[in-house]
């Protein structure tokens, strides 16, 4: 069966029922029709178009719309030039911002470099090539990762603009004791040693002994008679007791900040680090989040999410600011601890209050691993070789 | 004396008819209609083939229209009929 396409149609005219007539006369088939102030609607099929522009050349006639894909089809047929430059814009856009114009391997191991570029580019992750999706990347980082097992550690693969940055870290060799024929455990920081775990070497040093950063607790060398009869790499887990003095000052008055869960959206454009906002902003006190939503060199479109928040200030007593300053002396040295190391001893040793801070000065004992491997090479002399 | 035609009007209601007018509510549907005589808002005049039938109403409007049928919607006050 043959199906006429049907479209409407917009016919300029005053007399509605003048037309209408004209359109009775040449045999026009007309399913609906809206009427208009200065026009008529009307909906007909393409044949009778082109027979009302043909017959009824007094009017002004013209199609007013299709549906779906004729209609784009008759937009695109009308503004063909318009149309093509915005294609060839969105491939071209698309291919910018999806191809890789170039790999860069953050390592300044040349054999590394080499190697990922090989192993990227067997799985399609090169220069002049498409990016890939975040899931396709990881898939690949984690192949790559496997087959490398000896050389690489870690490996992150990321895009900026047109450029793909590998950021890698190499496997180092650990130098384990027994690579090495002579070497000390040494102090790693003023002590007084507490335990002393000998795997090997010679003690030169005994529990509750001072030790000075630097100064020899296991050594290497084996001497009898006063002379170095063999060398090891000594090896053993020295814990001692390290202090530390540490000076807080916290104002009574403490700032927080409340989020009163009011956000707003913004666009921003960045270009060569000048930032400008698309709309302005209404919130006074905000704290802003970024999400980029493109990139391409210097320019970048951002989606800022804008979180409003309220100030308010608590006024500390002397007690809390007291026990806040400790905690945040504690905290302090805590970050340098490690596994199976520990706070022994804290002791305030000065406390000052003046009308807006209080100032502490606290005394902790720790108990830390602190030996340290010093390989000894033919040139260091050590005490009783100097002597011979 | 006005003709009433009735066996015209006989035939053609027994037979598979020639053209025909169904009134509904708001509607008047016109089957095989020679031609559109006149149009206006208040009026519309349609020749068939033997008659002429006249259409009086309050806004009267052409909803659909092929060659052969026509939908007119509006208050329809009276229908005429003239033989000729």
């Keep these: 069966m043959n199906r006429e396409k049907i479209l409407w149609i917009k016919i300029d005219t005053e007399n509605y029922y003048r037309l209408l007539v004209k359109l009775n006369d040449i045999g026009i088939n007309m399913y609906d029709n809206k009427k208009l102030k200065d026009s008529i609607l009307i909906k007909t099929t393409m044949s009778d178009y082109k027979k009302i522009k043909k017959y009824l050349i007094s009017y002004k006639v013209s199609i007013n719309s299709n549906s779906g894909i004729s209609k784009i089809k008759e937009i695109v047929n009308k503004y063909i030039v318009f149309s093509c430059s915005v294609i060839l814009g969105i491939i071209l856009l698309f291919i910018v911002n999806n191809l890789i114009l170039k790999v860069d391997v953050k390592s300044p191991n040349k054999n590394i470099q080499n190697l990922l570029i090989t192993e990227l580019d067997k799985y399609g992750l090169g220069t002049l090539k498409f990016k890939k999706s975040h899931k396709q990347v990881e898939v690949i980082v984690n192949n790559i990762l496997d087959n490398n097992k000896e050389t690489l550690e870690w490996l992150e693969v990321k895009y900026d603009g047109l450029i793909m940055i590998v950021n890698v870290t190499e496997k180092t060799k650990t130098e384990s004791s027994e690579t090495y024929n002579n070497c000390n455990i040494i102090a790693s920081s003023d002590a007084k040693i507490s335990s002393l775990n000998i795997y090997r070497g010679v003690p030169l040093k005994e529990i509750n002994d001072y030790v000075l950063k630097g100064d020899v607790i296991l050594s290497g060398s084996i001497v009898h008679n006063e002379e170095v009869k063999n060398t090891v790499c000594a090896a053993g887990e020295i814990y001692g007791e390290v202090w530390y003095k540490v000076k807080v000052e916290i104002p009574f008055k403490e700032t927080y900040i409340n989020y009163t869960g009011k956000n707003r959206y913004n666009l921003s454009i960045k270009v060569n680090d000048n930032k400008y906002q698309i709309l302005k902003s209404r919130i006074k006190n905000k704290k802003e989040d970024e999400i980029n939503l493109y990139k391409l060199n210097d320019f970048e479109i951002n989606l800022v999410k804008e979180k409003e928040y309220t100030t308010k200030v608590k006024k500390l007593s002397e007690e809390e600011a007291y026990n806040k300053g400790i905690n945040t002396a504690l905290e302090k040295v805590k970050l340098k601890l490690l596994d199976n190391e520990e706070i022994l001893l804290k002791k305030v040793l000065k406390k000052e209050v003046n009308d807006s801070t209080i100032y502490l000065e606290i005394f902790i004992v720790t108990k830390e691993n602190i030996g340290e491997l010093q390989v000894v090479s033919e040139e260091i002399n050590y005490g009783v070789e100097s002597n011979t | ?84």
Excluded: A, P
């Design chain 2, 1 to 84: 004396m006005k003709n009433l035609h009735f066996r015209e009007n006989f035939k053609n209601f027994l037979f598979d008819l020639e053209d025909f007018i169904t009134i509904y509510e708001n509607h008047l549907h016109v089957f095989n209609y020679k031609k559109l005589n006149k149009l206006s808002e208040s009026e519309i005049v349609l020749s068939f083939n033997k008659m002429l039938v006249t259409i009086n109403g309050v806004n009267l409007k052409i909803k659909q229209m092929t060659k052969q049928e026509l939908l007119i919607n509006g208050s329809i006050l009276k229908v005429e009929f003239s033989y000729e």
